[in-house]
């Protein structure tokens, strides 16, 4: 059986070696969280943001910066205020003072998932801030980033319209493969396929004639004859348009020569001078435009002269006679050819019609 003395030592030594353990486990606790950055000794900064939805961020979730933790989520709560009615989740977050200088007064707070299992945490983004260091109490601004149910909303939609696009597609490929329609027709109807064949083989016929020059287009493609003609062509408008350009001919002249456009315009000058001079009643062409008596008695004459003529062509009077009747004319002829006769014999014996008897008393 032990001594007393033996079991208090026993005692003793227990003792000691379990004060030992506690001060080796919170020095590793201390390390630990020193080596975090929220060591048991650091100032921390009280900082508070606003989300729109808390998108199952919890108490203890880490805040990160750049992907660097430097915080912690102190508090989730929803506030009950008329100026929260947007945002109405509170977010406390205690952050390590080393990173103050890091951290500004319009940096960015938004939530986002980490981890295969998607935990969510603060993010905090300081790459465009210029503001001063952030200080305790100060509160954040947030950046709203769409989480998977706001996206899921947001594309029900068109889930929806690409699920009536994908019936209506069923429907037309259910057609097609029953053989409605001219599509249908086609896919599925051999008469429509050895008619579409025949045809390009009847093309295939008809680009090897063109090809080896047969018919007309044939020939149009292919005989050099058309396009020495067409060149020859095209050559001779050219000298036509180099003459015009020189001057050279009628139309050449016409283009470059003056006189014609001075002629032409003396033209006109006269004639704006002559209806400038019937305007103001000077002429024959004033009378007849101004003067009533000049305008009538002209009118009368030309109706006496359209009687006349009118007569004559109905065969009355004697120009009427002359002019319509053909025995007027065949006398008229026979007279004209008879003293044609009658001249040529005289010159021919000239005594015979020509004596001339001298009687003296």
């Given at each position: 059986?032990?001594?007393?003395?033996?079991?208090?030592?026993?005692?003793?030594?227990?003792?000691?070696?379990?004060?030992?353990?506690?001060?080796?486990?919170?020095?590793?606790?201390?390390?630990?969280?020193?080596?975090?950055?929220?060591?048991?000794?650091?100032?921390?900064?009280?900082?508070?943001?606003?989300?729109?939805?808390?998108?199952?961020?919890?108490?203890?979730?880490?805040?990160?910066?750049?992907?660097?933790?430097?915080?912690?989520?102190?508090?989730?709560?929803?506030?009950?205020?008329?100026?929260?009615?947007?945002?109405?989740?509170?977010?406390?977050?205690?952050?390590?003072?080393?990173?103050?200088?890091?951290?500004?007064?319009?940096?960015?707070?938004?939530?986002?998932?980490?981890?295969?299992?998607?935990?969510?945490?603060?993010?905090?983004?300081?790459?465009?801030?210029?503001?001063?260091?952030?200080?305790?109490?100060?509160?954040?601004?947030?950046?709203?980033?769409?989480?998977?149910?706001?996206?899921?909303?947001?594309?029900?939609?068109?889930?929806?319209?690409?699920?009536?696009?994908?019936?209506?597609?069923?429907?037309?490929?259910?057609?097609?493969?029953?053989?409605?329609?001219?599509?249908?027709?086609?896919?599925?109807?051999p008469d429509l396929y050895n008619k579409a064949n025949a045809t390009v083989d009847e093309l295939h016929?008809?680009?090897?004639?063109?090809?080896?020059?047969?018919?007309?287009?044939?020939?149009?493609?292919?005989?050099?004859?058309?396009?020495?003609?067409?060149?020859?062509?095209?050559?001779?408008?050219?000298?036509?348009?180099?003459?015009?350009?020189?001057?050279?001919?009628?139309?050449?002249?016409?283009?470059?020569?003056?006189?014609?456009?001075?002629?032409?315009?003396?033209?006109?000058?006269?004639?704006?001078?002559?209806?400038?001079?019937?305007?103001?009643?000077?002429?024959?062409?004033?009378?007849?435009?101004?003067?009533?008596?000049?305008?009538?008695?002209?009118?009368d004459t030309l109706t006496q002269v359209n009687t006349l003529v009118a007569g004559v062509s109905q065969?009355?009077?004697?120009?009427?006679?002359?002019?319509?009747?053909?025995?007027?004319?065949?006398?008229?002829?026979?007279?004209?050819?008879?003293?044609?006769?009658?001249?040529?014999?005289?010159?021919?014996?000239?005594?015979?019609?020509?004596?001339?008897?001298?009687?003296?008393?």
């Amino acid at each position: 059986m032990p001594s007393q003395h033996e079991v208090r030592w026993s005692q003793l030594k227990v003792g000691i070696i379990v004060l030992v353990a506690a001060v080796v486990l919170v020095t590793l606790l201390f390390l630990m969280t020193s080596s975090s950055g929220m060591g048991i000794t650091s100032h921390k900064l009280e900082v508070t943001t606003y989300f729109e939805n808390a998108a199952g961020l919890k108490e203890g979730a880490a805040v990160n910066l750049q992907g660097v933790t430097v915080g912690t989520v102190k508090s989730v709560r929803i506030v009950a205020t008329p100026d929260r009615k947007l945002t109405p989740v509170q977010v406390i977050m205690k952050l390590d003072s080393k990173y103050q200088s890091s951290l500004h007064k319009d940096s960015k707070a938004a939530l986002t998932t980490v981890g295969v299992l998607g935990d969510t945490v603060v993010d905090l983004n300081s790459q465009f801030s210029t503001g001063g260091p952030l200080q305790d109490g100060d509160e954040l601004h947030t950046l709203e980033t769409p989480n998977l149910q706001d996206v899921v909303k947001a594309s029900q939609g068109t889930i929806e319209t690409l699920n009536v696009i994908l019936a209506k597609m069923n429907t037309i490929v259910d057609n097609l493969s029953s053989g409605k329609g001219s599509v249908g027709q086609l896919i599925n109807n051999p008469d429509l396929y050895n008619k579409a064949n025949a045809t390009v083989d009847e093309l295939h016929t008809l680009t090897k004639n063109l090809n080896s020059g047969h018919g007309s287009v044939g020939k149009l493609i292919n005989d050099d004859e058309l396009y020495n003609r067409l060149n020859g062509t095209v050559a001779k408008l050219s000298d036509i348009a180099n003459s015009l350009d020189n001057g050279q001919g009628t139309a050449g002249k016409l283009l470059k020569d003056e006189t014609l456009y001075n002629n032409l315009n003396q033209t006109l000058t006269r004639a704006n001078s002559l209806m400038a001079d019937a305007q103001n009643g000077k002429g024959a062409a004033a009378l007849l435009l101004n003067d009533p008596k000049f305008r009538d008695s002209l009118n009368d004459t030309l109706t006496q002269v359209n009687t006349l003529v009118a007569g004559v062509s109905q065969g009355r009077g004697t120009l009427g006679k002359l002019a319509t009747d053909d025995a007027a004319y065949t006398n008229l002829n026979k007279l004209l050819t008879e003293s044609t006769n009658l001249v040529t014999t005289i010159r021919s014996d000239p005594k015979k019609y020509l004596t001339i008897h001298l009687k003296i008393f």
